[in-house]
């Protein structure tokens, strides 16, 4: 596995999963600490190094051998950055300048392990739909191979021990992606996070807390971990979520009975946009690709595939397109290409 190949691939983010209309992916996280090391925030060079270098093959072995490892003070800015896009690891993480940290990832994209992240340690696991059980399973298999290998930070009373406190107990975040433009059109995502306030839920943007809902895809996550079990909280999120999708797919029956001829056309300009653009900037594609994906979610849109639209939304982003053409590109000619992307896959 290597980077530009990475770039140019299908991903676990996106596919035919349950209710893949509304919900695009389902995600684990757990967060874990070695005992005998400080936290990352108090780590010494030589003490990142160290758990780098001994923990990268152990991840390896629980991954596959056609995993890769990334070590991120080799990889270029875009090449983190792209990796950010897949969402394979965070925002935070991919922008540090801690000297020694590494993304472990499995060969599907699956799986991912970030080591000195916030956490020494932070085992990601994906799946593709509304499918928690999947990833939990997985994340759950990571986590018990890998507390074989080392002892974790442990307390009786604060289960495990974390750089941030609301990640006291068990240490999950489970998170669920999607695609939610019909409640934005009827101005309705606000009792939807007032809702998920009351729930012990969280709705957050594109790539975390404080981000944009670019292209209308939200996160929907568990705000607490202390307390509940880890079966519990996605318990909390498989009740929660078929809710939203009935209220998103509602959404979308009320703009086809209602305004009809104008989300058609909604939809279809977009598409022409699209198609014939010469320069574009990445936050006016996701818009114009949520349009067309609304569309042809709703059937008023012919001649165009979900899974094209889903590849695109993740293939226009800004690294993406820089690795993919094997050039550093500035934001002008980024836009010119990403056009020229466009106009070829929806020709």
């Given at each position: 596995m290597n980077i530009q190949s990475l770039a140019a691939s299908s991903t676990a983010c996106f596919g035919n999963g349950l209710d893949s209309d509304v919900v695009i992916s389902s995600r684990v996280r757990l967060a874990r600490n070695v005992a005998e090391y400080p936290f990352v925030s108090r780590l010494s060079v030589a003490d990142s190094k160290r758990l780098v270098d001994d923990l990268t093959p152990v991840i390896a072995e629980i991954l596959g051998a056609d995993s890769g490892s990334f070590r991120m003070n080799e990889l270029k800015e875009t090449e983190r950055q792209m990796l950010i896009e897949r969402h394979l690891i965070s925002k935070n993480f991919g922008m540090s300048t801690l000297t020694h940290s590494a993304a472990c990832i499995a060969a599907d994209e699956s799986a991912c392990v970030m080591i000195n992240e916030e956490d020494h340690l932070r085992i990601q696991t994906i799946a593709p739909g509304l499918d928690l059980q999947t990833p939990l399973a997985r994340c759950q298999e990571i986590d018990r191979f890998l507390e074989k290998k080392?002892?974790?930070?442990?307390?009786?009373?604060?289960?495990?021990?974390?750089?941030?406190p609301s990640n006291l107990g068990t240490g999950m975040r489970a998170s669920v992606m999607m695609h939610l433009p019909a409640l934005t059109l009827t101005k309705q995502m606000e009792k939807v996070r007032h809702a998920m306030d009351k729930s012990a839920l969280v709705v957050r943007g594109l790539f975390g807390e404080g981000e944009p809902a670019d292209g209308d895809y939200f996160q929907i996550s568990n705000q607490v971990?202390?307390?509940?079990?880890?079966?519990?909280?996605?318990?909390?999120?498989?009740?929660?979520?078929?809710?939203?999708?009935?209220?998103?797919?509602?959404a979308r029956m009320y703009l086809l009975k209602e305004n009809r001829e104008s989300i058609t056309d909604r939809a279809n300009r977009a598409l022409e946009i699209l198609r014939n653009t010469q320069s574009i900037k990445t936050a006016e594609t996701l818009a114009l690709l949520s349009n067309v994906r609304l569309g042809v979610c709703m059937g008023v849109v012919e001649g165009v595939e979900r899974s094209v639209l889903d590849m695109l939304f993740l293939r226009v982003q800004p690294a993406?397109?820089?690795?993919?053409?094997?050039?550093?590109?500035?934001?002008?000619?980024?836009?010119?290409?990403?056009?020229?992307?466009?106009?070829?896959?929806?020709?």
């Open positions: 080392v002892v974790y930070a442990f307390d009786d009373k604060l289960g495990y021990l974390t750089a941030c971990t202390l307390g509940y079990s880890e079966e519990d909280l996605v318990g909390l999120l498989m009740q929660m979520i078929p809710h939203i999708v009935d209220y998103e797919r509602q993406h397109l820089q690795l993919m053409e094997g050039s550093q590109l500035d934001a002008s000619d980024r836009d010119l290409l990403r056009a020229k992307y466009l106009r070829k896959a929806l020709k």
